[in-house]
């Protein structure tokens, strides 16, 4: 069985693959310098378990499971990890993925990572603070604001109401 829910899963990610968001896109997140860094002990300390397997791991929630999926309160959603502002509400949207999904960030907010896992071609997201994985970017969100879908974990995020 859970193999099968893997495969499925894998081509869901499939049907969903994007182009590369071509600005700044890095290779190798583990080289970079962040503002906030911590060892995998202190992330462990400060992060539940799931926080530290999205987060840290670049893990995955299952669809639909998340706290902000369907949330669409006034504020600002900020990283699980270090409280850098990710995303503003009003850039959020209901694309009907299973995630909270933005069609854009905060400028400077997030860096966008080559993905080559699961066998396609997608751009992960990270928190530009700490490094934290987020989700992806995909460019299926609304055509008449950004075109882009930000498709991110609900564990990776908190929300600060306005």
Known sequence: ???LNILIFGLFFWACQSQEKT??????????????????SEWK?????????????KGTEYPGTGTYYMHFEEG???????????????????SHCGWPSF?????????????????MIRTEIVCASCGGH????FDDGPQETTGQRYCV??????????
Do not use: W
Not at 29 to 36: A, G, L, R, S, W
Not at 48 to 53: A, L, R, S, Y
Not at 103 to 119: C, F
């Open 134 to 137: 987020l989700g992806h970017v």
């Open 76 to 94: 600002t959603y900020v990283c699980a990890a270090c409280e850098t502002p990710l995303f503003d509400s009003n850039h959020k949207f209901e």
């Open 103 to 119: 069609d854009d960030a905060i400028p400077g907010s997030v860096l966008y990572i080559k993905d080559t896992t699961l066998g």
């Open 45 to 57: 300390t400060l992060l539940t378990p799931e926080q530290f397997q999205i987060l840290r791991e």
């Open 153 to 162: 974990n609900s564990i990776s995020v908190e929300f600060k109401e306005k």
């Open 1 to 3: 069985m859970r193999s």
């Open 23 to 40: 600005d700044s896109i890095q290779s190798k997140p583990e080289t970079m310098n962040f503002k906030v860094q911590k060892s995998d």
